[in-house]
């Protein structure tokens, strides 16, 4: 079974930074992609950013893209989200998601497994 655990989400000033840590386990992730999405109240999930386990292939959201990063630590089967430059609007709770594929993907809905969620706020 996959389990997937967040954490490093806190509160923030405008211009911070955070990061946020996945730690799979249950399974070998080398075929495995994973995502992190994000929910601010009242607003759907979105994607944030995607990391092919095998190759470290890596894709973002335009409104992340230059300020925030996505690794793997093969040794830890850890996943990071670094977020620089935090803005107001970075504010949600912040997920990760798991698939066993190859290609990236940016949908929720093309990921079987997900963590719990870590909350992130960023003040002005």
């Known amino acids: 079974q996959v389990q997937l655990v967040e954490s490093g989400g806190g509160l923030v000033q405008a211009g911070g930074s955070l990061r946020l840590s996945c730690a799979a386990s249950?399974?070998?992730?080398?075929?495995?992609?994973i995502g992190w999405f994000r929910q601010a109240p009242g607003k759907e999930r979105e994607f944030v950013a995607t990391?092919?386990?095998?190759?470290?292939?890596?894709y973002y959201a335009d409104s992340v893209k230059g300020r925030f990063t996505i690794s793997r630590d093969n040794a830890r089967n850890t996943v990071y989200l670094q977020m620089n430059s935090l803005k107001p609007e970075d504010t949600a709770v912040y997920y990760c998601?798991?698939?066993?594929?190859?290609?990236?993907?940016?949908?929720?809905?093309?990921?079987?497994?997900w963590g719990q969620g870590t909350q992130v706020t960023v003040s002005s």
């Open positions: 990391i092919r386990w095998s190759g470290g292939s890596t």
């Open positions: 998601a798991a698939d066993y594929r190859t290609n990236l993907a940016t949908s929720s809905y093309e990921y079987d497994y």
């Open positions: 249950g399974r070998t992730f080398s075929r495995y992609v």
